[in-house]
């Protein structure tokens, strides 16, 4: 049997930097056991939705940007630096690391957050694509576009925790 504590230790970085979705997740009684990843990742997404849009703003910024400064320093999370690794985002070019570096930047200044992308599947170039297409969204687009975005890698990473059988 599996104690709140745990659960938090567990799934508490499933969101970037939030654990307090977890806890809330726990205490609202949204988790069941035996743990399986489609019900836990159904409850901590509720609360997600159920948060503030501060505080939902607060999860969007907690992401570091791609292939960015954290990145260059080695500072991502294990998580993140999985993540973009495995899309290639730390094999780039000086061109395409200037590129990204921009479109950061602009991303940045236009919608208060970095881009958020759930990476798997994807390698550099359809990151750039989407990149490119979604920096001309009008802020509650995009706002909604980097939702949704969090909460499917935090999909992947409670599959990563919790296979089902």
């Known amino acids: 049997m ?3 504590d745990e659960f938090v230790g567990r799934f508490g970085g499933v969101f970037e930097h939030s654990p307090w979705i977890a ?12 743990l399986q990843a489609g019900p836990v990742h159904g409850a901590l ?3 997600f939705r159920a ?14 940007d791609l292939a960015g400064k954290l990145a260059i320093a080695g500072e991502l999370t294990q998580e993140s630096k999985s993540e973009q690794a495995g899309a ?4 780039l070019s000086a061109e395409e690391h200037a590129r990204f570096t921009e479109l950061n930047t602009r991303y940045m200044t236009g919608f208060g957050f970095p881009f958020i992308i759930a990476v798997k599947g ?6 750039l694509a989407a ?13 909604e576009t980097a939702c949704a975005q969090v909460e499917k890698i935090a999909g992947f990473r409670i599959a990563s925790i919790l296979p089902e059988a």
Do not use: Q, Y
Request: glycine fraction near 8%; include cysteine.
């Open 122 to 127: 994807h390698d550099k170039d359809s990151i």
């Open 88 to 91: 290639g985002l730390d094999r």
């Open 2 to 4: 599996i104690d709140r």
């Open 45 to 47: 997404c509720a609360e």
């Open 23 to 34: 806890e809330r997740a726990w205490d609202n009684g949204r988790i069941a056991t035996p």
């Open 131 to 143: 990149f490119e297409t979604r920096i001309g969204n009008d802020p509650e687009t995009e706002f």
């Open 51 to 64: 948060a503030s849009h501060d505080e939902r703003m607060g999860v969007l910024r907690a992401h570091p």
